[in-house]
């Protein structure tokens, strides 16, 4: 009954591709439309708080290796954490836009987590060349929060900070458990 | 100096940025009238890449390949996010640049 990697990771890109929408649509039409519904306001947060949730239960199936099971015990506690932040920063429990650094140190710990937790090289298979593609991403992606913690009213941090989540979810749907890095193209692109 | 012509285009603007969204990730435009649109981005994938469809070829396939199908779960958030948020969004952004106020 547990599922296979490829199935759970396809799960959180969907999930992903839902919060890089939500934060994008809220780039496109600033905030002040965007926080018309109050509801809005708590959609990221909430996601993120729920994705979270949804990563323990992974955690729960990776009994497999001690190395995923840490990396997704990680996960979920970096996703409630921020998420928790944000829900208070949107709440007005907190005021200041240095909490943006939480989500900043979310990002580096996941990315840390997907590096350390693959143990084989780039080049080894579509899983592995995927999981350093990640981690690298998520740690250059920190710098979006940082610069929304120093200058928040610029909105190239937001629109990256948005992008990040559709990257990640393209990424992920590209995922498969035991496949040569451009699959079925493998015969026409070297790799 | 009345400013309303041009912040009702700037919503405008934004409309048209919300509008490829749902262009790419749904069947329904969120503007007036809801027109039905026959491409979007899951079903483009779908088309793309018909193997990662499992019901068309569901032999020695379990539970979970049936449920989670990556071009189907594109197509379930894409209809999530036009009827969950863009519409509204839309409408708040119509809303704005007609009140005089802004």
């Known amino acids: 009954m547990i599922p296979r990697p490829e199935t759970a990771h396809w799960l959180a890109a969907a999930f992903a591709l839902l919060l890089g929408l939500v934060l994008l649509s809220e780039v496109i039409v600033g905030t002040q439309v965007f926080r018309r519904r109050p509801w809005r306001a708590y959609l990221f947060p909430s996601l993120a708080l729920c994705s979270g949730v949804g990563l323990w239960v992974i955690t729960i199936f990776s009994t497999f290796s001690t190395m995923h099971l840490v990396a997704h015990a990680l996960w979920a506690e970096a996703a409630m954490i921020a998420g928790g932040v944000q829900l208070a920063v949107v709440r007005g429990k907190l005021r200041s836009p240095h909490w943006s650094l939480v989500t900043a ?33 998520l740690v250059a992606a920190a710098l979006f929060p940082i610069g929304q913690a120093l200058r928040p009213r610029w909105p190239l941090w937001r629109a990256g900070f948005a992008l990040t989540f559709i990257v990640l979810a393209l990424l992920l749907f590209a995922d498969r458990d035991a496949a040569p890095i451009f699959g079925r193209f493998a015969g026409v692109v070297a790799g | 100096m009345n400013c309303a012509p041009r912040e009702r285009s700037g919503a405008r603007f934004r409309s048209l940025l919300i509008f490829p969204l749902c262009l790419l990730l749904t069947p329904r435009a969120p503007d007036e009238g809801s027109r039905q649109i026959g491409a979007h981005e899951g079903v483009v994938w779908a088309v793309a890449q018909p193997y990662r469809i499992v019901f068309l070829d569901p032999d020695g396939k379990g539970l979970y390949d049936f449920l989670f199908q990556p071009p189907l779960l594109v197509v379930v958030v894409g209809l999530a996010y036009a009827v969950g948020i863009a519409q509204g969004l839309v409408e708040d952004l119509e809303a704005e640049g007609d009140d005089p106020a802004t």
């Open chain 1, 105 to 137: 140190i979310a990002l580096l710990v996941s990315g840390a987590a997907f590096l350390v937790h693959e143990p084989n090289p780039w080049l080894y298979s579509r899983a592995a060349f995927l999981h350093h593609a990640i981690g690298w991403m």
